[in-house]
């Protein structure tokens, strides 16, 4: 249930901010909330992280469209007492399935709109919720993994 749960949560939470990057945002004009360091800025990104593959989004959307399903598949197939597991898989399905509406229903690409800069020498490349989500699910699935690991006498400490 807890996969369930926080899949729905990230893809509604993640399909709103979007349609609100899409009604409010411009790409010419970013809306500056700390000037050098967070700003909201409208893209259109028909690749993957970092506007990789952006060539090819048909096979984007292929992959995304097979991997949310293995991630739903083991998220709803694991046991009850793995409530981390299941909560971090049910996190990146959100996104998963997020990003995938996108390439689905707005032309192949995916509205990205979260803009970082560090002292102004630095840029992030342009995000959305469903991407943190990605990345937050990842690091505590492997978080979890290697805990579980550590418990079991299966990493040795040096």
Not at 1 to 23: C, V
Not at 143 to 148: G, I, K, R, V
Request: glycine content about 8%; aromatic content about 14%.
């Amino acid at each position: 249930m807890r996969f369930y749960i926080y899949a729905s949560g990230i893809l509604i939470a993640d399909q709103i901010t979007k349609y609100s990057a899409l009604t409010f945002l411009s790409p010419q004009n970013p809306v500056k909330l700390i000037p050098s360091f967070f700003w909201l800025t409208l893209r259109h990104n028909s690749g993957a992280a970092f506007s990789l593959f952006s060539e090819y989004p048909f096979l984007l959307t292929i992959f995304t469209f097979l991997a949310s399903i293995v991630i739903i598949v083991w998220g709803v197939t694991l046991p009850r007492k793995d409530k981390m597991t299941q909560i971090a898989l049910g996190i990146i399905a959100g996104g998963a399935l997020g990003n995938l509406v996108d390439r689905l229903f707005r032309g192949g690409f995916v509205v990205d709109f979260i803009d970082i800069h560090w002292l102004g020498k630095v840029h992030w490349p342009t995000f959305n919720l469903a991407d943190s989500a990605i990345c937050t699910g990842v690091g505590l699935v492997l978080l979890e993994h290697f805990m579980s690991m550590k418990k079991g006498g299966k990493l040795q400490e040096k």
